[in-house]
Structure formats: structure tokens, C-alpha cells
């Protein structure tokens, strides 16, 4: 499904383009033109994916439960099984369907091998010869329970170790029909096995490729749609003017590009890209068209916002508790993960339209400090008085204000850490959890991991672009300060 969502990518862009240019509207493209830009994009979103996505994998399609696809497919599947149980219960079987079968089963095992699997190769072909297999049936003289048990003890060396359960369940099932049925879902359940090991291994090298084909594609469609870079410029030239201003506030942290030093064009480029990539996970989606080089990862980006959004409201909560408990629960094993536990589930459809976030925190203030008492009474503590109660319940309720002075502290340092993740994404470690997230450590840095995995590769494939448009915009900004410091 979210493949075929991405395929929309550049022809969504071409016509918001055209819609929202006030210049010519682009030259008229052919039916054919894009059909063939759809299929191209279509092999582009999968490998987008596959290598953004550190957990992407093949699964099998599922119809829905009442669609007319899967009526008519489980109509011809009954009429299929049914057939072949009638034809072995003929006297004599007849054993046309299940030699058909048992050639299906063959492919794939044969597809299953390695280029080195000669002997299985060999003893697959010798006990699954379908002539010789004809020829027994014809004469009555075929043992099919003795050729399934050879599948299954071949699937067995084949198959992945997670899949031995399946492998042993088969060796229960004594019913010719129903044991070629459980079969086939089992073969299916390896070639999905077989299709990710495939992914996995293939997603280094596919990583380099996907960038220079996305790069290539873009290019292409640059040439035809010259202002497709419009939303980039504005965005990158909003992350510029947010570095000038805090520049105007503080000295510019001396650093360079690749170790090198001087320079100050690259170190800048370097700061105003990550400066951008962080407003991303501030962005209006609803008001606000993404930035055309990023907007295959939309959908991505927007979930890594809710998610730090609803962490923002959980590491708040937590340290508002903490520091209204004092030392006694700080260090108390299980009680973070139990106060994140009933924030998560209470926070569950925070970003619907219909949720009512002030309710939701009155309700977490009551288990918070039902929590809170259960677990200080348990270690020898003394509980909350009411009037404690009541002051912890309102701080969390003042959570839902956006002007919040904890929520905007913890806010700060959240972006503060993901802004140094994103300056050292070279380095193998994390950089240190800033103070008061320590309790919400885990969570963040699976964020942050899944962030910048999405920044790099973005950087990657776009990266000749951004340098183009911050060359500009870095330029023009440069010869205003060599102005103002001639007038000074």
C-alpha cells in the first residue's frame, strides 16, 4: 500500500506545479509519457523503500474478508481441492491434479537451490521425475505418501529454522489433500523467507544505485518542470535566515566540512541543511506543500513528528513526576516503563481531529498518581498527601498548554540531541542523552536512529541540488554582511 501511495510522486508534483504557477504551464504530456513515468516510479518507490526502511519485508497479499476477489478465489481453491479428492477416491485414484501438483512442488524446490546444490539438485529431479511419476500412476503402482514424505524431508533442509514448527506440523497431517494444502502454505511461507533474505542482501548495493536512479529521475523531470525546486528554495532559505538569527545572537560554532578547515561556504551549507531537516519535524502538513525533494519520505517524516510529539508529552509528564516524588522513585526499577505504558495508551489518537487532549491528561494525572502512591506505599514510603495529589494532577494538566516552560525545556533538548546526532551522523556512537530524558533515553534514540537513516539517504541523492540552491542563497547572504559591515 505504501508503495503504491509513492507512485503518485512526480505526477502529483507536475500538476500541484502547474496548479500553483503563476509562469507557463508545462508543456502537454502524453498518455504513454505517463504510463511509463508511473512504472518508472513505481520501481523507484520499492527501492526507496527497501533501503529506507531498515524493516521493510515482503509479505504476503491478504484480501479482504468479504471482497468479491477473495469469494472467487476461495471458490476456485474449494473447487480445485475438491476435484482432486474426488479423483483419488476413485477405484482405481486417478492421479491427473496430483501429479500436477507434485510438478508445482518440484519447481519450487529446484527455485530454492543454490548454484552449488548439485546433489539435492540431483536427487530432487531423480525422485520427482514426472514421466517416471505418469508411468507408475498408469500401472497403479504410485506411492504418493512415500513422494510427499521426500518433499517434506527436502523442505525440511531447505527451509529457514524459524519455519521447523511448520516442517514437524506437516508430519501430523495423514490426509493426502489436506497435507498437499498445509504444503503449498508452507512453500509460500519460504519464498517469502527466501525474498527478504534476498532484500537484505541486496540493500547495500541497491542503496547506491536507488540514489543515482532517484537523482537521474529527478533530473529529468528538472528539465522538463525548471520550477520544481521552488518549495526546496523557500525551505532551505527559511532554515538559513533561522541560522542568521541565532548567529546574531551568539558567536557561529567554529567547525568544517571532511576535517578541513576554513571555508565557512561548505560549513555553512552543512549547518543549513541539518537546520532544514529539523524543521521538518515541526512541519504545518496541513497548510504547507512539502519540499519537492523530500516529499517521497512525507509520510515518514509526518510519523516521526506524531512520534516525537507524543514522546515530547510522555518525557514531560515523567520529570514533572519525578520531580514532584523527589529521589524515592528515580531509581525504582519498572516505574518509568510503567508511567510510559499508561501515557502511551491514554495518548493513543492524539493527533485525530476528535481527541481530547486536556481530558486525556486529567485521566493520566489520576493513574499517575494512583501509580505514584501504590509503588511509594510498596517500598516502605509515604504516600501522597491529597494536596501533593492535586498539585502534580494540575502540572500535568498544564502540559496541554503550548506555553508550558517544562514541555518547551524538554522540547529544546530533544532537538538539541537530534541536532548533534545529525552533525556526527558519521560517528558510530550516539551522541550523550541531554539531562531530564534519560527516562525516555530508549525511545528517542530509536527515533533518531530511523530520522537520520532518512536524512543521509536524502542527502545522499539530492545533496548536488542543495549545494546549487545554498551556493545562492549562501552568496547573496554573504554580500549582505560585507555590506553592512562597509556601512558600519
Not at 134 to 163: H, W, Y
Not at 270 to 283: C, D
Amino acid at each position: 500500500e505504501e508503495t503504491s501511495g509513492d507512485t503518485v510522486f512526480w505526477p502529483s508534483v507536475l500538476l500541484r506545479r502547474w496548479k500553483g504557477s503563476k509562469t507557463s504551464p508545462p508543456r502537454p504530456v502524453s498518455i504513454e509519457e505517463l504510463m511509463e513515468t508511473a512504472k518508472g516510479v513505481t520501481n523507484m518507490a520499492l527501492a526507496h523503500e527497501i533501503v529506507v526502511n531498515g524493516d521493510f519485508q515482503i509479505k504476503p497479499a491478504e484480501l479482504p474478508e468479504h471482497s468479491l476477489e477473495k469469494k472467487v478465489r476461495d471458490i476456485v481453491h474449494k473447487a480445485f481441492w475438491d476435484c482432486l479428492e474426488a479423483q483419488l477416491k476413485e477405484d482405481p485414484p486417478t492421479y491427473d491434479h496430483a501429479i500436477k501438483l507434485l510438478g508445482e512442488i518440484k519447481e519450487n524446490l529446484l527455485s530454492f537451490l543454490l548454484p552449488g546444490h548439485t546433489r539435492l539438485r540431483s536427487q530432487i529431479m531423480e525422485v520427482l521425475d514426472l514421466d517416471l511419476i505418469k508411468q507408475e500412476a498408469e500401472n497403479g503402482a504410485l506411492d504418493i505418501s512415500k513422494l510427499v514424505e521426500f518433499v517434506i524431508g527436502m523442505m525440511g533442509t531447505l527451509c529457514a529454522p524459524a519455519r521447523d514448527e511448520e516442517i514437524k506440523k506437516l508430519k501430523d497431517i495423514h490426509e493426502i489433500v489436506p497435507l498437499f494444502r498445509a504444503i503449498f502454505s508452507v512453500l509460500d511461507l519460504m519464498k517469502m523467507d527466501m525474498a527478504n533474505f534476498a532484500v537484505s542482501s541486496i540493500r547495500p548495493k541497491l542503496m547506491q544505485q536507488s540514489a543515482e536512479y532517484e537523482r537521474k529521475k529527478f533530473q529529468e523531470f528538472l528539465e522538463k518542470q525548471p520550477n520544481s525546486l521552488d518549495f526546496v528554495t523557500r525551505w532551505l532559505q527559511e532554515a538559513a535566515d533561522d541560522l542568521a538569527k541565532l548567529r546574531c545572537k551568539m558567536l557561529p560554532p567554529h567547525c568544517s566540512d571532511d576535517g578541513a578547515t576554513g571555508g565557512a561556504s561548505a560549513l555553512c551549507s552543512t549547518a543549513v541543511q541539518n537546520q532544514a531537516y529539523l524543521k521538518l519535524l515541526k512541519w504545518d502538513h496541513v497548510n504547507r506543500p512539502f519540499p519537492e525533494t523530500v516529499l517521497m519520505d512525507q509520510t515518514r517524516f509526518q510519523e516521526i513528528q506524531l512520534e516525537l510529539e507524543q514522546l515530547l508529552l510522555t518525557g514531560t509528564v515523567l520529570l514533572v513526576t519525578f520531580s514532584a516524588a523527589g529521589s524515592a522513585l528515580v531509581d525504582m526499577p519498572g516505574f518509568a516503563e510503567k508511567i510510559k505504558t499508561i501515557v502511551k495508551v491514554l495518548l493513543t489518537g492524539m493527533h485525530l481531529p476528535s481527541f481530547n487532549l486536556k481530558e486525556s491528561l486529567a485521566t493520566i494525572g489520576e493513574k499517575v498518581c494512583a501509580e505514584v502512591n501504590s509503588c511509594l506505599s510498596q517500598h516502605g514510603f509515604t504516600p501522597f498527601s491529597p494536596e501533593r495529589e492535586t498539585v502534580l494532577k494540575g502540572q500535568i494538566q498544564a502540559v496541554a498548554s503550548p506555553d508550558n516552560a517544562i514541555c518547551k525545556l524538554i522540547d529544546s533538548r530533544i532537538q538539541k540531541f537530534l541536532e548533534n546526532y545529525l552533525a556526527s551522523s558519521h560517528q558510530k556512537s550516539l551522541p550523550a542523552i541531554p539531562g531530564g530524558l534519560g527516562p525516555i533515553q530508549r525511545e528517542l534514540e530509536e527515533i533518531a536512529v530511523k530520522y537520520v537513516r532518512l536524512v543521509n539517504y536524502n542527502k545522499m541523492v539530492f545533496s548536488p541540488y542543495y549545494d546549487a540552491v545554498l551556493g545562492k542563497i549562501l552568496t547573496k547572504e554573504e554580500s549582505q554582511l560585507v555590506g553592512k559591515s562597509e556601512e558600519s
